[in-house]
T-cell receptor, first 113, second 112 residues
């Protein structure tokens, strides 16, 4: 596609359930990033993938959060046993190379009841 | 280390100028600037590499002072379309080669 796509656009779940968020980066982009943005707040780095290198997981807030990426394509962010404080917009971005300009997807708005 | 942006918010009249600053306590390798309109995803404006300055848009430019570990975004003759929240993202020496740490943002409102 022409841009980064994310699905679902909205997700409402109950506390304690697991959720899986998907990101399709721009074709050819080797780097992929996940961010969390709480209402009215800035962008909080979660995890970064670059090619076949080990991902930088330094931003993951707890072991309930994990992410995978298949080659240089789709990535999924999984949140286990969701908590109300996980409610936020989860943004995915990709770039041609590490450190390059990032192109963001529209985000997934997660609401944990 | 999260960069510090100032001011937190600014209100302008159309045609006025504004400067947004981004400072880091660590040596900077590069600085990115993004704009996010309400309810939308952030959009890339420009990237500044060490020792360089790059203009990404006609009336929006930026500077990068390595020594002072800071960058400034200049918006000239502001237009209504400039309204939004501006974020700087920094990449530090010794940090992960790729991920950006974003500031808390500067909310810019341009009034007619």
């Amino acid at each position: 596609g022409a841009g980064v796509s994310q699905s679902p656009s909205n997700k409402v779940t109950e506390k304690g359930k697991d959720v899986e968020l998907r990101c399709d980066p721009i074709s050819g982009h080797t780097a992929l990033y996940w961010y969390r943005q709480r209402l009215g707040q800035g962008l909080e780095f979660l995890i970064y993938f670059q090619g076949n290198s080990a991902p930088d997981k330094s931003g993951l807030p707890s072991d309930r959060f994990s992410a995978e990426r298949t080659g240089e394509s789709v990535s999924t962010l999984t949140i286990q046993r969701t908590q109300q404080e996980d409610s936020a917009v989860y943004l995915c971005a990709s770039s041609w190379t590490s450190g390059g300009s990032q192109f963001f997807g529209p985000g997934t708005r997660l609401t944990v009841l | 280390q999260q960069p510090v942006q100032s001011p937190q918010a600014v209100i302008l009249r159309e045609g006025e100028d504004a400067v947004i600053n981004c400072s880091s306590s660590k040596a900077l390798y590069s600085v990115h600037w993004y704009r996010q309109k309400h309810g939308e995803a952030p959009v890339f404006l420009m990237i500044l590499l060490k020792g360089g300055e790059q203009k990404g848009h006609e009336k929006i430019s930026a500077s990068f002072n390595e020594k002072k570990q800071q960058s400034s975004l200049y918006l000239t003759a502001s237009q209504l379309s400039y309204s939004g929240t501006y974020f700087c993202g920094t990449m530090n020496y010794g940090g992960s080669q790729g991920n950006l740490i974003f500031g808390k943002g500067t909310k810019l409102s341009v009034k007619p």
